[in-house]
């Protein structure tokens, strides 16, 4: 590759007038680095599927599962991204009295371009998916919940879903227990339940709420007091570590989300820098090719 230094003035200027990005070639680098990730991502789905059985015993662990999705995600996105720019690279048309430095920096920006234009295909594809799935699933969502609201409408007076409710029971609460545990069990048991939804959202219970729950209990069972405060305290802590559990499960997603989403950024990062390497390659080769068939061209003295 000839010099800056050997390029006529003329040569510059022609060269100055030309574009330095041939949307061809890049496009078509994007092209077959999209159809390269959308059979690998089959293909991978149906890999994935015969580790899944409904049979116990017979499906491999979450953590296999998770693990092997993500690095064959990874594989997908480095193994279409260096086809791509490749590609991209071997078809461009040759740059002449250009510097070798300028070669290589334009190279590598197609292969970057395909590699980003590849990206947004699969990402656009992906989201359609994604949201036509999205849609089916609220669409069943909302039948089944306007039938349940439809159910639940006609078999529980509009006063039970009031706010105040809890308050309203505190104030009303009688002196003896055990009357009305005894003369009215379902508006004791629906008590009880507001009593334990109002401490799951204030995030404890009085321990006037747990005596009274206790006698409740007492007067329907015939436990003693310290029996039926036991089974109190045993259903509350049931409660904890359920919530618990639960919170836990949340904070092994959200760990879960945010190495998902750490991975899957250094992977796409990886993959621009092997898009716009192997488009350099590409680029070289098809140079050096081409300088090959005009030497070849040439007559021998």
Known sequence: MSSIEDVPAEALAVESSKPAIVWGPIIGGGLAATGITLILLLLGSGVGLTMVSPWSGQSSSATTIGVTAAIWLVVVQWLSSAIGGYLTGRLRTKWVEVHSDEVFFRDTAHGFLSWALATVFVAGFLASSLTSLAGASLNAVGQVAETAGSLAASAT?????????????????????????????????????????????????????????????????????????????????????????????????????????????????????????????????????????????????
């Open 157 to 301: 007076p509009a006063t039970s879903a009031d706010s105040t409710a809890y308050f309203t029971d505190a104030l009303l609460r009688p002196t003896k227990v055990s009357d009305r545990a005894q003369s009215d069990d379902r508006a004791a048991a629906a008590e009880i339940s507001r009593i334990l939804l109002q401490s799951a959202a204030s995030g404890q219970i009085p321990d006037g709420d747990k005596s009274y729950i206790a006698a409740i209990i007492s007067a329907r069972t015939g436990l003693s007091d310290a029996d039926a405060r036991n089974r109190v305290d045993t259903v509350l802590k049931q409660i904890d570590d359920a919530k618990s559990t639960a919170k836990e499960a949340a904070d092994k997603a959200r760990k879960t989300g945010a190495t998902t989403a750490l991975v899957g950024s250094l992977s796409l990062l990886v993959g621009a820098f092997i898009a716009s390497a192997a488009a350099a390659l590409g680029g070289r080769q098809r140079d050096e090719e081409e300088d090959l068939l005009v030497a070849a061209r040439q007559p021998r003295r």
